[in-house]
């Protein structure tokens, strides 16, 4: 289990702010050695730019991007050539974690091949957005979506993996979800019944009190968020799907009766499932 199905799950508990964002020329002979307080994306346009992050050193080139997680000292250079990149500053947070990236080897370079489609969007919107045209400072937010989902997607896929992370950077995240993939995989499968937190703290091996606190903190939301997002979200599904009724699709996610379900399902989507297709 990569853990990249989390993002859908809770999706809408993620959250993306751009912090500031240009494009930079670099003239020959550029060297820089320094860590970002955000996450950093770059998307390199011409050029060349070799990186050295911990004792190896990484080449990118022209379509490729580079992705530097918060605090990871890294140095750059682009030897006898000039090298010209897009730059966007970035927060990204999963509910109350705001370094849920952190928990995944994704920073590094993603070349261009895995991301051609995503990177050629975000260049054609961040141009745009130079330019001032229209909405394009929401659409620019957007693609930077879609390319984070594409660099997960390709993470889960088993097509990218970062180089840049270190044995001592995000290994507190990175064991908090490799311990809690149980707990998640068996919410994900009794989904049909009414779940106790004191069942999953004994499947997290923990103390019920421990395990709470140990959850949002690996996830941003609380067992009970989380238990009650997927199930918004399959029934969102079952209810688009018209092949049952209010009573079999409560029965499906764990409610006693259509009424409870009803109640719940209205409480999220500000609507009744009678009226939400």
């Known amino acids: 289990m990569k853990g990249t199905e989390l993002f859908n799950d809770l999706s809408e508990h993620v959250s993306l702010r751009i912090t500031s964002y240009n494009t930079i020329l670099h003239h020959a002979g550029w060297v820089e050695s320094k860590s970002h307080h955000n996450y950093d994306l770059w998307l390199i346009q011409e050029g060349q730019v070799e990186i050295q992050a911990g004792k190896k050193i990484h080449t990118a080139t022209a379509g490729d991007l580079v992705l530097f997680y918060p605090g990871i000292p890294y140095t750059a250079m682009n030897g006898n050539q000039a090298c010209r990149f897009i730059y966007l500053h970035f927060d990204f947070g999963l509910g109350e974690q705001q370094r849920i990236l952190a928990s995944f080897p994704l920073s590094g370079i993603i070349s261009a091949n895995l991301v051609e489609v995503e990177a050629d969007g975000l260049r054609q919107i961040f141009e745009e957005n130079l330019q ?24 889960g896929a088993g097509t990218y993996r970062g180089e840049f992370l270190t044995d ?30 004191p069942e999953l703290a004994e499947v997290a091996g923990m103390s019920e009190k421990y395990f709470i606190r140990y959850f949002k903190q690996a996830l941003g939301v609380t067992p009970g968020q989380y238990m009650f997002q997927l199930r918004m979200n399959r029934a969102r599904d079952l209810v688009y799907t018209q092949r049952y009724s209010m009573q079999q699709v409560a029965s499906l996610l764990g409610y006693p009766d259509a009424y409870s379900f009803s109640k719940a399902f209205k409480k999220h989507y500000k609507v009744p499932p009678s009226k939400f297709v």
């Open 132 to 155: 001032g045209i229209g909405m394009s400072g929401m659409r620019l937010k957007g693609s930077l979506m879609i390319v984070i989902a594409r660099i997960l997607e390709c993470y």
């Open 168 to 197: 001592s950077v995000g290994h507190e995240h990175a064991g908090n979800l490799v311990f809690l993939q149980s707990t998640i995989r068996y919410i994900q499968e009794n989904l049909h019944r009414p779940i106790r937190i």
